[in-house]
């Protein structure tokens, strides 16, 4: 009889995950109807079970930040604080092998063949998505399991975004922080300066991955699902942002990062900030604490 991490595997298979793949994984789980209840690590044995002891898992363990970090003393990221983006994630950072780098805000998670060479430089002085650079390097692909819609597009775009200096176009940069241990156990203050940013607006580029031939769908555990290679996504990414820089922000009219924060986009600001007035401050600092959903 077929275990439920065999079908899975399958399932990844045909999403075209192959052994020695090297591959960032995002997932709600609670779409996952053929898995047990222990969802996160069937779906990580069943990742394991198709890239092989040559292939790497990857995961976002993002942290909490916080306009003044000094104000949560009980919050200091090192290696075992929880991470905020998930259970999935938060399995993968568990995993006994695991290895997480040290970036007090926008860490990466992973296990396997490479994940200690993913994770090992990604530190206070690295950009907040500096390990897809190496995903790409590797011919890495990017997965996103049941969050399709709810959570969507791919991490690439952040990393676009960074290299054409859209990372740093907001009055937000240098804003919040979070403490963290550093290699002698001391607590400092960490404050990013480039920001991600929502992400809501990443489904944007999904018919033009379509078009190229890029994105291949299928569903994992009953999940509908989708997959893409990492270089494929950040050239395409690339391209269109050059040309559009407003074309990953989402379409809510009330979001404060995309309407009422970005240098590249103040034609917003005077219809975001009169339709919002009061509840300015709130989302602001709601965005400063890195609740927003991490891509």
């Known amino acids: 009889m077929t275990s439920v991490v ?10 075209g995950v192959a052994s020695g793949d090297h591959v960032l994984v995002r997932a709600a789980l609670a779409g996952m109807a053929a ?3 222990d969802r996160a690590r069937t779906l990580i044995r069943s990742l394991l079970n ?23 003393p009980d919050y200091v990221f090192d290696r075992d604080l929880p991470c905020a983006t998930g259970g999935f994630a938060e399995a993968v950072r568990t995993w ?30 690295s950009a907040c998505f500096a390990p897809m650079e190496k995903l790409m390097a590797w011919d890495g692909k990017m997965i996103l399991v ?3 819609a709810s959570s969507p597009g791919f991490s690439t775009v952040h990393l676009a975004q960074y290299h054409l200096g859209l ?33 809501s607006g990443f489904s944007n580029y999904y018919s033009e991955y379509v078009k190229r031939g890029f994105l291949r769908t299928g569903t994992v555990g009953g999940a509908y699902s989708v997959a893409i290679d990492c270089k494929q996504a950040y050239d395409t990414e690339l391209e269109l942002l050059r040309r559009a820089p407003r074309s990953a922000l989402c379409s809510n009219p009330a979001c404060m990062f995309c309407r ?26 709601i965005q400063v604490r890195g609740k927003r959903r991490a891509k």
């Open 6 to 15: 065999d079908s899975i595997a399958g399932d990844l298979r045909r999403l």
């Open 35 to 37: 898995a047990p209840s």
């Open 260 to 285: 009422g924060t970005l240098y590249y986009n103040k034609r917003d600001w005077p219809v975001y900030f009169l339709r919002n007035g009061s509840a300015f401050l709130r989302d602001a600092l």
């Open 146 to 148: 049941g969050c399709v």
């Open 167 to 199: 990372s740093y176009r907001t009055w937000l940069s240098g804003l919040g922080g979070v403490l963290y241990r550093d290699g002698n156990g001391d607590v400092r203050t960490f404050t990013r300066r480039d920001i991600p940013g929502c992400s």
């Open 96 to 125: 006994r092998s695991a290895s997480r780098s040290r970036h007090p805000l926008n860490s990466f998670s992973a296990i396997g063949a490479r994940s200690e060479e993913l994770t090992r430089d990604h530190n206070t002085t």
């Open 50 to 72: 198709v890239v092989g002891d040559d292939g790497t898992i990857v995961a976002l363990t993002f942290s909490n930040g916080f306009l003044r970090p000094k104000k949560h």
